[in-house]
T-cell receptor, first 111, second 114 residues
Framework: QKEVEQNSGPLSVPEGAIASLNCTYSDRGSQSFFWYRQYSGKSPELIMSIYSNGDKEDGRFTAQLNKASQYVSLLIRDSQPSDSATYLCAVNKNAGNMLTFGGGTRLMVKP | EAGVTQFPSHSVIEKGQTVTLRCDPISGHDNLYWYRRVMGKEIKFLLHFVKESKQDESGMPNNRFLAERTGGTYSTLKVQPAELEDSGVYFC????????????FGPGTRLLVL
């Protein structure tokens, strides 16, 4: 079992729809959770971080964390073609320590 | 403020040769990380520096890989001798020591070993 699992996709949604990206993790000691966006050939760019159970909203993005279920998700409202990218879920156990990544979900937003 | 930079952006070498990758973290960031993504796999941690000291090198695959961060500024990752399975994208990330966990990634070096 991988430490962080994501559906590789592609996840295809029409422009203006809500895109829902999911991630599960195996280590209950994980404390911090991140969503990175990566365009092809570019560096991973941090979109959201979440540390406690519940929802965290930032603009069109909402991260959701459920530690009991070891599940973290990212919702993108009003999806735009420019949101088309690979979304990477990453977790770590302690501040300042290494990130463990999932394989990423490729999102395609169709005009 | 300049982001994390990496050099070269691409490198093509033959099996058995040596390659050195360089990472310049964001100025003032004490934490520096190396990660690697091989084809079809997830990004995996290689090692972590705090200033010039290796904090965690549990992800280094074998002794053909040598990382240094002299003076606690830029870092180099040398692969000697390179093998076919070393091909992939090598990412560097940095974070400020006191601010905790957010890691900022560089654009990566794409290494192809033939």
């Amino acid at each position: 079992q991988k430490e962080v699992e994501q559906n590789s996709g592609p996840l295809s949604v029409p422009e203006g729809a809500i895109a829902s990206l999911n991630c599960t993790y195996s280590d209950r000691g994980s404390q911090s959770f991140f969503w990175y966006r990566q365009y092809s050939g570019k560096s991973p760019e941090l979109i959201m971080s979440i540390y406690s159970n519940g929802d965290k909203e930032d603009g069109r993005f909402t991260a959701q964390l459920n530690k009991a279920s070891q599940y973290v998700s990212l919702l993108i409202r009003d999806s735009q073609p420019s949101d088309s990218a690979t979304y990477l879920c990453a977790v770590n156990k302690n501040a300042g320590n290494m990130l463990t990544f999932g394989g990423g979900t490729r999102l395609m937003v169709k005009p | 403020e300049a982001g994390v930079t990496q050099f070269p952006s691409h490198s093509v070498i033959e099996k058995g040769q040596t390659v050195t990758l360089r990472c310049d973290p964001i100025s003032g960031h004490d934490n520096l990380y190396w990660y690697r993504r091989v084809m079809g796999k997830e990004i995996k941690f290689l090692l972590h520096f705090v200033k010039e000291s290796k904090q965690d090198e549990s992800g280094m695959p074998n002794n053909r890989f040598l990382a240094e961060r002299t003076g606690g500024t830029y870092s180099t990752l040398k692969v000697q001798p390179a093998e076919l399975e070393d091909s992939g994208v090598y990412f560097c990330a940095s974070s400020p020591r006191l601010a905790g966990v957010t890691q900022y990634f560089g654009p990566g070096t794409r290494l192809l070993v033939l």
